[in-house]
Structures are given as structure tokens and as C-alpha cells.
């Protein structure tokens, strides 16, 4: 069973930045899809963005385009989500998902993880 832990949320300034870890175990992480959706509370949660097993496709929501990047370490069971340029909007809570198959953006993803708070303040 692929188990998912996310890592790196906190507080930070307008502007500022974050990265946003989420390590796998029980399985190998380089046969899955994986993603970052985020929720606010009383919302629906939202694709963020997505990764190809092999790293070679990526997918954003517009929003958050040129100013975050996905990205994944398959040696070490690891994906990755740099924020940059951070907004306010930006706040919710940050969850690492998984699955099997589909592209990166469509589907539904089939392991999660617990979350990891980001907020955005002035």
C-alpha cells in the first residue's frame, strides 16, 4: 500500500515562497501518477498541478502557472511543489495524491495524503 507524507507547509509573507515535500513508502513512487490539489475550507478541493511518472509532463492550474513548479525525485520517493511569488489566495490546505494511471490532470487520483497548512498573510 503507497503511503503519502506531506512536509514544508507554514506561514509566509506575500511574495514569499515555500516548497512542499511529499514522500512516499510501501511502494516505488516512479509508477505513479502524482499531483497537488489544495482545499479551503467550505470548497471543493482543487488540482494544483501534475507529474508524469517519469517527470516529463507537468500540468498547472492557470493560476498558479510560472510561479509554482512540480517536480519529482524518484530515487528518493519524493515529489516536490515550489511556490513562489505567493498570494494570499494561495492559502489552503496542500495534499499529495497518487495513481496509477490517466494524465496528470484528469481522473481521479487514488491515495492521499494527510495535508500540510500553507498560509499566505501581509
Known amino acids: 500500500q503507497l503511503q503519502l507524507v506531506e512536509s514544508g507547509g507554514g506561514l509566509v509573507q506575500i511574495g514569499g515562497s515555500l516548497r512542499l515535500s511529499c514522500a512516499a513508502s510501501?511502494?516505488?513512487?516512479?509508477?505513479?501518477?502524482m499531483a497537488w490539489f489544495r482545499q479551503v475550507p467550505g470548497w471543493e478541493r482543487e488540482f494544483v498541478a501534475g507529474?508524469?511518472?517519469?517527470?516529463?509532463?507537468?500540468d498547472y492550474i492557470e493560476s498558479v502557472k510560472g510561479r509554482f513548479t512540480i517536480s519529482r525525485d524518484n530515487a528518493k520517493n519524493t515529489v516536490y511543489l515550489q511556490m513562489n511569488t505567493l498570494k494570499p489566495d494561495d492559502t489552503a490546505g496542500y495534499y499529495c495524491?497518487?495513481?496509477?494511471?490517466?494524465?496528470?490532470?484528469?481522473?481521479?487520483?487514488?491515495?492521499w495524503g494527510q495535508g500540510t497548512q500553507v498560509t499566505v498573510s501581509s
Open positions: 495524491a497518487a495513481k496509477e494511471a490517466g494524465g496528470p490532470s484528469d481522473g481521479e487520483y487514488n491515495y
Open positions: 510501501g511502494r516505488a513512487l516512479k509508477s505513479y501518477i
Open positions: 507529474i508524469s511518472c517519469n517527470g516529463t509532463e507537468t
